[in-house]
């Protein structure tokens, strides 16, 4: 044993958990893969919704779908927050839940330590997907400032395509902190395998990346949005 009698393969799991999140993170967000997805091809989008805006004279329509995007920001970052103080009232519970977890078959044997520990780990998880949801909705906020601020259809420059294209990178700078939250949603969900073992923390993380990778890269919606006929 070591450290709060953590065995080997808890760290394991654990380190395997957290390169799976940065690394597919890193994939789908700064390689050059980021292009040809979801992602890449909603930022192409943005770019087009905000230069057309631009032409319109009322523009009540797009502040109204930043707003649609606020709610739903605001959801989830309440979410996480009911989350993370179910978490904590958990911790208070200890001996009950630790009792619970043992009953379950191939459940490992802990200590009230490293269950705690556990129990921690999720709501850092929770914390971080809160953080993110925040920003976004902060940025959104921007944005709509942003769309109020632009020049009327009458008075465009020559140039005011990089007007919309400035707008459309802080939209897309807020979902990229939307996405990250909701990827956290989605690894911690998978954290909920530790409380069993270590390997079925691991094997949930690596679904989890497939399930996003599927989503992101080969789905339909993804078709769809990068203009691909189905």
């Given at each position: 044993m070591s450290v709060l009698e953590f065995y080997l393969w808890d760290f394991v799991g654990v380190g395997g958990f957290v390169a799976l999140w940065t690394g597919y993170t890193y994939f789908a967000e700064h390689s050059q893969a980021g292009s040809g997805?979801?992602?890449?091809?909603?930022?192409?989008?943005?770019?087009?919704?905000?230069?057309?805006?631009?032409?319109?004279?009322?523009?009540?329509?797009?502040?109204q779908?930043?707003?649609?995007?606020?709610?739903?920001?605001?959801?989830?970052?309440?979410?996480?927050?009911?989350i993370v103080a179910g978490l904590l009232a958990v911790l208070g519970a200890a001996e009950k839940a630790v009792a619970l977890i043992m009953d379950l078959p191939f459940t490992v044997s802990t200590s009230h330590e490293v269950w705690e520990a556990k129990v921690l780990f999720m709501i850092l998880v929770f914390i971080y997907a809160f953080f993110k949801f925040v920003w976004s909705m902060r940025q959104?906020?921007?944005?709509?400032?942003?769309?109020?601020?632009?020049?009327?259809?009458?008075?465009?420059?020559?140039?005011?395509?990089?007007?919309?294209?400035?707008?459309?990178?802080?939209?897309?700078?807020?979902?990229?902190?939307s996405n990250r939250g909701i990827r956290a949603y989605y690894f911690g969900l998978a954290a909920l395998g530790w409380f069993v073992h270590p390997w079925v923390l691991l094997g949930a993380a690596i679904w989890v990346v497939m399930v996003l990778y599927r989503r992101e890269y080969l789905s339909r919606t993804m078709r769809l949005v990068q203009g691909v006929s189905l």
């Open positions: 997805n979801l992602i890449g091809g909603m930022a192409e989008r943005r770019k087009e919704w905000m230069r057309a805006m631009l032409k319109r004279d009322n523009r009540m329509v797009d502040i779908v930043i707003n649609a995007l606020l709610r739903s920001g605001r959801f989830f970052a309440s979410t996480a927050i009911l959104l906020n921007y944005c709509s400032v942003l769309v109020g601020a632009a020049p009327a259809a009458s008075d465009l420059p020559e140039d005011f395509e990089k007007i919309g294209d400035s707008i459309a990178t802080l939209a897309s700078l807020a979902a990229k902190h």
